[in-house]
């Protein structure tokens, strides 16, 4: 099992709509959590940290499940702007601060 | 505020030949990071400084990859010789101090092909 999974995609959402899509996790002990967010052929630029009590940034809500070991996103009222790779990101605390990156997943927003 | 620079931007080498990447990260931001990233894939890292020291290089294929950050600041990634594999993009990225919750800066990163 990899140690950060996510659903490659893409995503195919009408603008407007709302999606999410998860990240799973291994590491029980894994203590902080992020999205990226990557353009086509662009670097990954942090989205949002991802806190127990999950938290929201506009139209973005992350959220951190512990006991299921997961994280998600979910993006409200999407944009054509939203078009994006999203990589989850995880710290396993164990591995002396090496971030762990998901494959990231795809979201395409239409008209 | 600059951010991290990368050059070049991107790369076309033979198999065999060195190539070799710079990185000049954010002004004060002691932790520099070396990503490989491959097309569908999340970045790898390969080598991360604390100042001018490599803290974790247990991911750099210390047979043909080497890196160096001389006074604490800018650094290079070198690989010699290069092969097929090694085509990829080279991100490099800062952060002011490695603690987990610290956000990465990325720079444009270097696209390598290797024919």
């Known amino acids: 099992r990899k140690e950060v999974e996510q659903d490659p995609g893409p995503f195919n959402v009408p603008e407007g709509a709302t999606v999410a899509f998860n990240c799973t996790y291994s590491?029980?002990?894994?203590?902080?959590f992020f999205w990226y967010r990557q353009d086509c052929r662009k670097e990954p630029k942090l989205l949002m940290s991802?806190?127990?009590?999950?938290n929201e940034d506009g139209r973005f809500t992350a959220q951190l499940n512990r006991a299921s070991q997961y994280i998600s996103l979910l993006i409200r009222d999407s944009k054509l702007s939203d078009s994006a790779t999203y990589l989850c990101?995880?710290?396993?605390?164990?591995?002396?601060?090496?971030?762990?990156w998901g494959a990231g997943t795809k979201l395409i927003i239409k008209p | 505020e600059a951010g991290v620079v990368q050059s070049p931007r991107y790369k076309i080498i033979e198999k065999k030949q060195p190539v070799a990447f710079w990185c000049n990260p954010i002004?004060?931001?002691?932790?520099l990071y070396w990503y490989r990233q491959n097309l569908g894939q999340g970045p790898e890292l390969l080598i991360r400084?604390?100042?001018?020291?490599?803290?974790?290089d247990s991911q750099l294929p210390k047979d043909r990859f080497s890196a160096e950050r001389l006074k604490g600041v800018d650094s290079t990634l070198k690989i010699q010789p290069a092969e097929l594999g090694d085509s990829a993009v080279y991100l490099c990225?800062?952060?002011?101090?490695?603690?987990?919750?610290?956000?990465?800066?990325f720079g444009p990163g270097t696209r390598l092909l290797v024919l």
């Open positions: 990225a800062s952060s002011p101090q490695n603690t987990y919750q610290e956000t990465q800066y």
């Open positions: 002004s004060g931001h002691n932790t």
């Open positions: 400084y604390e100042n001018e020291e490599a803290v974790d």
């Open positions: 990101v995880v710290n396993p605390v164990d591995s002396n601060y090496q971030l762990i």
């Open positions: 991802v806190y127990s009590s999950g």
């Open positions: 590491n029980s002990a894994s203590q902080s």
